[in-house]
């Protein structure tokens, strides 16, 4: 089974750009919707952008400002974010469901498996 790792989260400044990769280990996304969402204390976990064999989709908070993408291996992917807000602060993770067994796959419950999930802090 795909194990996934996020990296990149940190500090960075109002403004400011931030890119955050997750890792697929001993497998690729080939057969999997994958998905990236954020969660701040005391809340569920959002939905920002997923992609499937439908292609990218994006949230409307995540539309404008983030850009998913994968790689050639497709065994990574990326959320590219701009215009970093206060508000962005989260801890930003990404998920996957098997191709098909899903209707919705921006919505947290529809994801079978989660990574550990990195820290973004956005100060003003």
């Known amino acids: 089974e795909v194990q996934l790792v996020e990296s990149g989260g940190k500090l960075v400044q109002a403004g400011e750009s931030l890119r955050l990769s997750c890792a697929a280990s001993?497998?690729?996304?080939?057969?999997?919707?994958v998905g990236w969402f954020r969660q701040v204390p005391g809340e569920g976990r959002q939905g920002l952008s997923c992609?499937?064999?439908?292609?990218?989709d994006y949230s409307d908070s995540a539309k404008g400002r983030f850009t998913m993408s994968i790689n050639n291996a497709r065994d990574t992917v990326f959320l590219e974010m701009r215009r970093l807000k206060p508000e962005d602060t989260a801890v930003y993770y990404c998920?996957?469901?098997?191709?098909?067994?899903?209707?919705?796959?921006?919505?947290?419950?529809?994801?079978?498996?989660w990574g550990q999930g990195t820290q973004v802090t956005v100060s003003s």
């Open positions: 998920a996957t469901v098997i191709e098909g067994d899903y209707n919705d796959c921006l919505q947290s419950y529809e994801m079978e498996r």
């Open positions: 001993g497998d690729t996304f080939d057969d999997y919707a």
């Open positions: 992609l499937s064999t439908s292609g990218f």
